[in-house]
């Protein structure tokens, strides 16, 4: 819902997006607390125990993923970057015109900054589930380019892509770099391809995918031997312990990561070292020792696949580009 203490915004009959004397902010998703902590005790309590991969990005976990992003076996970051430096001017042909630049999962917006000079919009809309974790980055683009209006929206995406009426309705290009759509089962990722489409008619999309590879390659970018990424994911649950007050010992437990060749995916698990039972206000589960709680998945797709995804979700005119090691791809499509 609209806030009335943010800025006015511009209605949506205007006939033009006019540039902002200061970036507008839109909380638009706002937790349940009680839907959340259902949540964790529901995978819990499952037959195979799990945690939604969204529970690893706590303060502590965002700052660890930043850090893995800079590890030498981490290569999507690099790569997606390779890729920006050497087709930047091409990408943008292909996509644009863009006159609103929708950021899914901005974070730092440091990724949709290094697109500004080639696709020139004259709105960037960075959306994330909170604003808060954007505003220190959307002040910052705000006090550089003056005359970009800047719209930053908190939403869950993966629930909704409704968009609040001052981002504008034409010309829109929705960019969704790194590889988080491997964070989706293949059918989830093909309703969010949909949903995409259907808010970007006439516009485009541009996303990160990562290519299947090799298992000496995937794993360890997973499971680095500096043991950055088995503290992000044992950080989870240190953030379950706030949520659901729970008494997990994370000393108690260990990082695992292994492609799963069949499902073409890498697959993120906490398995318990020994014997012991987890308890919370609301219950308990034991697990034995060796039992794992499943916390992310990582999908790899050949590239003819996701183009059909991307196809069949109603994208035409679909292009990739990839590194010189053909390791991952950026995708743009037209709508």
């Known amino acids: 819902m609209y806030n009335p203490s943010y800025s006015p915004y511009v209605p949506a009959s205007e006939p033009c997006i006019k540039a902002a004397a200061s970036p507008r902010f839109h909380q638009l998703h706002s937790e349940d607390d009680d839907a959340v902590r259902t949540e964790i005790e529901r995978g819990l309590r ?5 945690i939604s991969p969204k529970y690893l ?17 981490y290569y999507p970051t690099r790569c997606e970057r390779e890729i920006v430096e050497r087709h930047a001017t091409e990408i943008a042909r292909h996509v644009g015109p863009v006159r609103s630049l929708i950021d899914l999962g901005a974070g730092d917006c440091a990724k ?45 995406f993966f629930e909704t892509l409704s968009l609040p009426p001052d981002v504008g309705e034409t010309e829109r290009l ?26 970007c008619a006439g516009g485009g999309l541009l996303i990160g995918v990562d290519l299947v590879k090799s298992r000496a390659l995937l794993e360890p970018a997973y499971d680095d031997p500096l043991g950055v990424t088995a503290a992000f994911n044992l950080n989870t649950l240190r953030h379950a312990n706030r949520i659901i007050d729970a008494d997990f010992d994370v000393a108690q437990w260990s990082h695992v990561a292994f492609y799963n060749e069949a499902q073409a995916r890498i697959e993120m698990h906490l398995q318990a070292e020994t014997d012991l039972t987890v308890t919370w206000p ?7 020792r060796g039992q794992r709680i499943h916390t992310e998945n990582s999908y790899k797709y050949w590239p003819s696949t996701f183009k059909a995804m991307l196809e069949r979700a109603g994208f035409h005119n679909v292009r990739y580009w990839t590194d010189e090691r053909e390791w991952f791809a950026l995708f743009g499509a037209r709508a």
């Open 46 to 50: 499952a037959d195979r125990p799990s």
């Open 57 to 73: 990005y706590d303060e502590l976990g965002s700052n660890l993923f930043t850090a893995i992003t800079q590890l030498p076996e």
């Open 112 to 156: 949709a900054e290094r697109l500004f000079p080639y696709l020139a919009p004259a709105q960037y809309v960075p959306v994330d589930i909170s604003v808060e974790y954007l505003r220190q980055a959307v002040d910052r683009l705000g006090a550089r380019y003056t005359e970009l209006d800047l719209v930053a929206v908190g939403t869950d």
């Open 174 to 199: 929705f960019f969704y770099p790194g590889s988080s759509i491997g964070n989706l089962a293949p059918d989830h990722a093909a309703g969010l391809l949909k949903r995409i489409r259907e808010a």
């Open 282 to 288: 609301r219950g308990q589960r034991s697990f034995a």
